[in-house]
């Protein structure tokens, strides 16, 4: 098979791999895989291969249990079993924060776990309350919703149907600790319950929170600054974020270092098979489910790693249709809006100028990682690697 012809524009396909377990060699696996793509005219220069984050924390052996959370919470916090931990802002997700908040809980057994939940929906959409609820009872943006305020206006998850309230209730109880779960916006409303420390949990607005509440609350840290430190077992820079339940009471960690493995990768590759490829190393796509509202980015951002050829560039190109839809209505000929089409795209336009408008510039890494996670799934497809063919001509470096 040659290259793709002309008049396939983008295109994404899955690759099969072998079963990746602890202690794989992540990089050799998937040059295997290439090296079956090239002999089948399936790789050529200019592709972009993505690898799930997945199964490259996997192979590292990037688990940690929620002993350790609790463990590293201590070490970290000092704070004693009978203490009082905050949690501002968690995500409402089984797979991403169940875990998470049994750790917190674990290491204030005798103590109280206070969950600070933002209304009416969590950071990526998670409904917890009707729209209208807290306007309807009064209550301002920096209020305070108790839970037994709430009655019968407990909402549901609407595809999963789960209580994430009781949840997390139940959820601290089972390690012994004492649960205050209550609704407010204001991330400063959880200094006024005297916690020994706060840890900021959600997601991508962690700074900003951790900003706020450093100036009321001296013991706090992110759910990054927890388990990412080298030589503490495992470990990622991510800390907890990106994190996802796995077996038991483990959970698996973003991958450590992911950079460096696409890489390696790449370099495997030109060396090997005479191929120069970009890799991205990816997790969730930043999708919003038109649906029900939830912006499916859990991670803290779509690609964990990427090759240098990928950094600072921008998605960008000219507004096609609306250059053919004035051209045609100011009498050009079919030739000629083509002639005039072809010369636009070789010229430089600035982002500002009529001939882009309406073509936002998207980050190329962003957009990839999150058309391989699409196209990858998170299910049973088996296809942890993917190809991503004639995208990166219309990217350009800024």
Known sequence: MNKLPDYIGVSAFGIKMGLVLPGSDIVEMVCESLAGCNRDGLLHDGDTICLTESVVARSQNNYVSTDDIAREITRKMQIGEDGRIGVVFPILSRNRFSLVLKGIAMAV??????????????EVGNQLLPEDFAESVGKANGDVIHINELGDNRFLHPITGVDY??????????????????LCNDPLKVAEFVPDGVIVANVHG???????????????LTLQDLCSSIGNGAWSEWGLLGSNLSSGDRLKLAPREASEIALAIQRRVREELGKNIEVVIYGDGAYCDPSTGIYELAD????????????????????????VDTLYQNGYSEPDIER???AKMKEHHSRDSFETEGTTPRKVEDIIASLADLVSGSADAGTPLVIVKGFLGSAHSR
């Open 300 to 323: 803290p951002q779509p690609a964990f790693g990427i090759t240098p050829g990928l950094e600072n560039k921008y998605r960008e190109g000219l507004k096609y249709k609306y250059l």
């Open 340 to 342: 005039i089409l072809l």
């Open 206 to 220: 962690r700074f900003r929170t951790r900003s706020k509440l450093e100036t009321v609350v001296s013991n706090c």
């Open 165 to 182: 309230i009781q949840l997390y209730q139940n959820i601290i109880m089972s390690t012994g600790a004492r649960p205050y779960v209550y």
């Open 109 to 122: 057994p005798r103590g109280e776990v206070l969950v600070q939940l933002s209304y009416p929906a969590d």
